[in-house]
C-alpha cells in the first residue's frame, strides 16, 4: 500500500469528525479562526511572495488571480517549482515536476491554470472528497466510477483500496467510446461533468445511487433530466484546479467547504458574489485570497441537513463570461450569465438546451437545438432581446442559429463572452 493512504484515512476522519463538531456558524469561525493563524504563521510565511510579510490576518495578504499566481510561480510553493518547469513536465507527458503533482485545468486558452501538490496533500484531498461524498465507504462496498477531466491518471493508485473500487473513464474520448464498458461495470456512485451524466442518463442503462455533478455549471435543465432518469438526487461538487470548494449534502444542498477554504467575497454583479479563496490545509503550493472566475448565489437558509457550512443556491457560471454590450454613450452594461439562461429557458418550455454567445459590442448569438419548433426559437429571441433592454443594451442584436455541439474536451459554458472591450 502507498504510505499516502495514510494521509487519505487520517483527512478522512478528521473531516467526519468535523462534521460532527462545527454545528453552528460560530463553530466554523473558531474553527477557521485557529487554522488560519497557524497557516499564516507556518505555511504562509515560509514561501517567497510572502516573505517579511509577517501576515497576522487574512486581510493583510494580498489578493492574487491566476496571472499574478503563473508571472510569479516559483514565489508560491516551497521547492521553487518554476512555470516553465510545469510547462516543460507538462509537455513531456510527465504529472511530476521533481517530487510534485501537477494539477491543471482544462482551459483552451495558452495559460491553463496549474499547480503543483505533495503526494500527501493529494491524498489529503482525496479523504476529504470521499468523507464529503461516501461517508459510508469504510463500511459499505462502493463501485465509483469516475469521469473528469484530467483525473484519468491522478489517482490510479488508490483505484482499488479495500472495499472501494474507482474507475476512470476519459472524457476525451466521448461517451460512445465506453458506454458498453460503463454498463457493464455497473457503477453505484458516478462522478462527471453535467452534460456527460445527461447523455448517461438518457442513452446507457447505468443507474447509480449517488450521483455527483463536477467541473462544470449545473444547469437547472440538466439537472431535472437527469434525476427524472436515474431517480437519485444529482449532488454538485464545487471543484477546480484550485481545488475542493464544496460538495452537495444529502439535501442536494451545494455547501461551501468551509472547514477546508476560508471564503471571502467580491460583488460579482447583481445578488451574485465572486469568491476569493484560502486553502488553509495546503502548505506545498499557497493559495490565499486567490480569486476565483465563479459567479455564486449564496443563500441566506440554513439546511435540513443541519451543517452550518454556507449554503450556495447556485453556481451561475463565470466571472469573464458576463456580457459587457454597449449602453448609453460609451458605457458598457454589464449581464450576468442567469439573466441570460432564465430569459431563454423560461420562453419556451420545448428548450431544452442553448447556447447564448456574445460576439461584439453589439452582438449576440443565440444557438438553439436543430429540431426545435420555429416558433420556440422566435420566442426565445424576442425573450433574450428584452432581457438585455431590460438591464440597459442599447441596441443589442440576437441572431438565431440552429444546431448545438457539445465537444468533450472542453468545458460546458452554456453563456458564453467571446468578445473583449478593447
Ligand atoms: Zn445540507
Request: glycine share 8%; charged share 25%.
Amino acid at each position: 500500500m502507498n504510505f499516502a493512504v495514510v494521509y487519505a484515512i487520517a483527512a478522512f476522519w478528521r473531516t467526519r469528525q468535523l462534521a460532527k463538531r462545527l454545528r453552528t456558524r460560530a463553530d466554523v469561525a473558531r474553527w477557521q479562526a485557529a487554522r488560519l493563524d497557524r497557516f499564516l504563521r507556518h505555511a504562509v510565511a515560509r514561501v517567497p511572495y510572502y516573505a517579511g510579510l509577517g501576515a497576522r490576518r487574512l486581510a493583510d495578504l494580498p489578493i492574487v488571480d491566476k496571472q499574478v499566481l503563473l508571472a510569479n510561480f516559483d514565489k508560491f510553493n516551497v521547492k521553487g517549482a518554476t512555470y516553465p518547469d510545469v510547462r516543460a513536465a507538462l509537455d513531456r507527458g510527465d504529472e511530476k515536476v521533481g517530487d510534485l503533482f501537477i494539477g491543471q485545468s482544462t482551459g483552451t486558452s495558452g495559460n491553463r491554470g496549474v499547480y503543483v501538490i505533495s503526494e500527501a496533500e493529494r491524498f489529503t484531498w482525496l479523504g476529504v472528497m470521499l468523507a464529503k461524498t461516501l461517508p459510508d465507504v469504510l463500511f459499505a462496498r462502493h463501485k465509483v466510477a469516475l469521469a473528469l477531466p484530467g483525473y484519468n491518471k491522478l489517482y490510479a493508485s488508490a483505484a482499488e483500496t479495500g472495499r472501494l473500487s474507482l474507475r476512470f473513464f476519459d472524457l476525451a474520448l466521448g461517451v460512445d467510446a465506453w458506454r458498453a464498458e460503463i454498463e457493464a461495470y455497473a457503477p453505484d456512485t458516478i462522478v462527471a461533468p453535467p452534460k456527460v451524466l445527461r447523455i448517461l442518463a438518457e442513452t446507457s442503462r447505468i443507474r447509480p445511487l449517488n450521483v455527483f455533478s463536477g467541473a462544470e455549471v449545473l444547469d437547472p435543465l440538466d439537472r431535472a433530466s437527469v434525476e427524472a432518469r436515474f431517480g437519485a438526487r444529482v449532488r454538485e461538487i464545487y471543484m477546480a484546479t484550485e481545488g475542493l470548494f464544496g460538495v452537495g449534502c444529502r439535501e442536494g444542498t451545494l455547501h461551501l467547504a468551509e472547514d477546508v477554504v476560508a471564503f471571502e467575497f467580491e460583488p460579482g454583479g447583481g445578488d451574485l458574489v465572486s469568491p476569493l479563496v484560502t486553502d488553509f490545509t495546503r502548505t506545498t503550493q499557497i493559495m490565499a485570497r486567490y480569486r476565483m472566475n465563479d459567479l455564486l448565489r449564496l443563500s441566506s437558509r440554513g439546511c435540513a441537513c443541519g451543517s452550518p457550512l454556507q449554503c450556495v443556491e447556485s453556481i451561475e457560471g463565470r466571472h469573464d463570461d458576463v456580457f459587457q454590450l454597449g449602453g448609453f454613450g460609451d458605457a458598457l452594461v454589464s449581464v450576468t450569465p442567469d439573466v441570460m439562461r432564465n430569459a431563454v429557458v423560461d420562453a419556451d418550455r420545448r428548450i431544452l438546451d442553448f447556447r447564448v454567445t456574445q460576439i461584439g459590442v453589439d452582438r449576440v448569438v443565440l444557438t438553439l437545438a436543430h429540431d426545435l419548433p420555429a416558433e420556440a426559437g422566435a420566442r426565445a429571441v424576442a425573450a433574450l432581446h428584452a432581457a438585455l433592454l431590460k438591464v440597459g443594451a442599447v441596441e443589442p442584436r440576437v441572431e438565431l442559429r440552429s444546431g448545438i455541439e457539445a465537444p468533450f474536451d472542453r468545458k460546458l459554458r452554456r453563456v458564453r463572452r467571446e468578445w473583449r472591450p478593447s
